[in-house]
């Protein structure tokens, strides 16, 4: 199987789903607030739990990793607050812009393509990285996407712990901590698991959805150096930090491919939930940002992820 066949195979469900939503959002007037307000409260919480309680994780690589990926999502942050605030964006478009910068498309994506290009510890290692994005995302992720509604740093903070995924990772660690979690097969766990399965796919259509709904194609060209941050500096800034933290051979070439991926879905999510009523100065809405990023990063990764596949699988980036 060629790479561009499995390229192909990651990103085709993708567009596949959001285009499904993207058709419902132009034959139907279907708001998206709903959706994100069930995913946000018992879907996503369901996943990460489940992820975190059930991915066998073996110790020092394993806080290496969670280092890395704190390092570089905090570095990603501050870069693209920078950047973003010296292009003169504002609020809620600043928070977009450093959203869809920051967090990638580590899952539905990243993991077959990590699995393939690397195998069963690819595909490992993708999880990992999955469980300790989410950390973050829900955490830093939903201070950055509040804080122009919330309209201070408090109250940003305090939406933080509004949030059930946040006592979902809390639990989710003592379980793992106490070995306390049920066996996979019993009907609380595949319970759990296949509420948490439903997110992924309630994400993308949420995604084609605001895409029908997307005030103009201005936006495409005005993404363009959040896309590139996205998919040039990231897979950059990732190298470093898997040297500074000592992420090396295959876990550290996981880590690189998943920083390198597009814009993460998730993000729109928490736009729609917490800035869903502020528009930027110009009467950009915030989702509109990130949707168009989502979709222009997802097509544009074919080309910059095989080239970085290439260099990984040759051992010339670690």
């Given at each position: 199987m060629s790479l561009a066949s499995v390229l192909g195979s990651a990103v085709l469900p993708v567009v596949a789903v959001a285009a499904v939503g993207y058709g419902l959002g132009r034959i139907r007037d279907v708001a998206v607030e709903p959706l994100s307000d069930i995913t946000l409260y018992v879907l996503a919480p369901a996943l990460v739990f489940y992820s975190l309680v059930t991915t066998p994780i073996a110790g020092p690589t394993v806080a290496r990793l969670f280092a890395g990926v704190a390092a570089f999502s905090v570095g990603m942050v501050v870069l693209a607050e920078l950047v973003g605030r010296a292009l003169g964006e504002d609020e809620p478009v600043l928070g977009a812009f450093v959203l869809t910068s920051t967090f990638s498309n580590?899952?539905?994506?990243?993991?077959?393509?990590?699995?393939?290009?690397?195998?069963?510890?690819?595909?490992?290692?993708?999880?990992?990285?999955?469980?300790?994005?989410?950390?973050?995302?829900?955490?830093?992720?939903?201070?950055?996407?509040?804080?122009?509604?919330?309209?201070?740093?408090?109250?940003?903070?305090?939406?933080?712990?509004?949030?059930?995924?946040?006592?979902?990772?809390?639990?989710?660690?003592?379980?793992?901590?106490?070995?306390?979690?049920?066996?996979?097969?019993?009907?609380?766990?595949?319970?759990?698991?296949?509420?948490?399965?439903?997110?992924?796919?309630?994400?993308?259509?949420?995604?084609?959805?605001?895409?029908?709904?997307?005030?103009?194609?201005?936006?495409?060209?005005?993404?363009?150096?959040?896309?590139?941050l996205k998919l040039l500096v990231a897979p950059v800034l990732a190298v470093g930090v898997a040297l500074g933290v000592g992420l090396t051979g295959t876990v550290g070439r996981v880590f690189v491919l998943e920083c390198a991926m597009p814009?993460?879905?998730?993000?729109?999510?928490?736009?729609?939930?917490?800035g869903k009523r502020v528009e930027g100065a110009d009467g950009l809405a915030a989702a509109d940002y990130v949707s168009t990023t989502i979709l222009v990063t997802t097509l544009a990764s074919l080309v910059t992820l095989t080239g970085l596949i290439a260099l990984l699988q040759a051992g010339l980036v670690l």
């Open positions: 580590a899952g539905n994506y990243g993991i077959p393509l990590s699995a393939f290009a690397f195998g069963a510890l690819g595909r490992s290692t993708a999880v990992l990285y999955i469980v300790a994005q989410s950390v973050l995302m829900y955490t830093v992720g939903v201070y950055v996407a509040a804080r122009g509604e919330a309209g201070s740093a408090l109250g940003a903070v305090t939406r933080v712990f509004r949030l059930p995924l946040v006592y979902a990772l809390a639990v989710a660690a003592l379980v793992r901590v106490g070995d306390l979690a049920p066996p996979t097969d019993s009907a609380v766990m595949e319970t759990i698991g296949l509420t948490g399965d439903a997110a992924i796919p309630v994400m993308l259509l949420m995604l084609g959805i605001q895409l029908a709904n997307s005030s103009g194609g201005s936006t495409v060209t005005r993404t363009a150096p959040a896309s590139a814009a993460a879905v998730t993000p729109l999510m928490l736009t729609i939930e917490f």
